[in-house]
């Protein structure tokens, strides 16, 4: 399995951003999808999780009403949807692939994407 994630970008505080997560290899819709991230000097943190179909998600009290997560299994891709960013979001956002269903916890997730950036400016 092999995941690509792109969208991170600079943006200020009150901007929106779209990442993307493409997985290969495997069947997209076998695996459950999450968003972390970590943030300089900070441990990594859950932010988003959907199940395989869609129907159900689960979020970080942090970004719960800011942050969508969605998937579209035709396109092997999984988005994170940010809104009304603020400074604390500033974080590498990581995309990763567990087969069954979503944790929060970073530890079962054998599938990781490479990272992408996110900077939210004053």
């Known amino acids: 399995v092999q995941l690509q994630a792109s969208g991170g970008g600079l943006v200020q505080a009150g901007g929106s951003l779209r990442l993307s997560c493409a997985l290969s290899?495997?069947?997209?819709?076998?695996?459950?999808m999450v968003w972390f991230r970590q943030a300089s000097g900070k441990e990594r943190e859950f932010v988003a999780a959907?199940?395989?179909?869609?129907?159900?998600?689960d979020y970080a009290d942090s970004v719960k009403g800011r942050f969508t997560i969605s998937r579209d299994n035709a396109k092997n891709t999984v988005y994170l949807q940010m809104n009304s960013l603020k400074l604390e979001d500033t974080a590498v956002y990581y995309c990763?692939?567990?087969?069954?269903?979503?944790?929060?916890?970073?530890?079962?997730?054998?599938?990781w994407g490479q990272g992408t950036q996110v900077t939210v400016s004053s």
């Open positions: 990763a692939a567990n087969e069954g269903r979503y944790y929060s916890d970073a530890a079962p997730y054998r599938y």
């Open positions: 959907i199940n395989w179909s869609g129907g159900s998600t």
């Open positions: 290899g495997r069947t997209f819709s076998r695996y459950a």
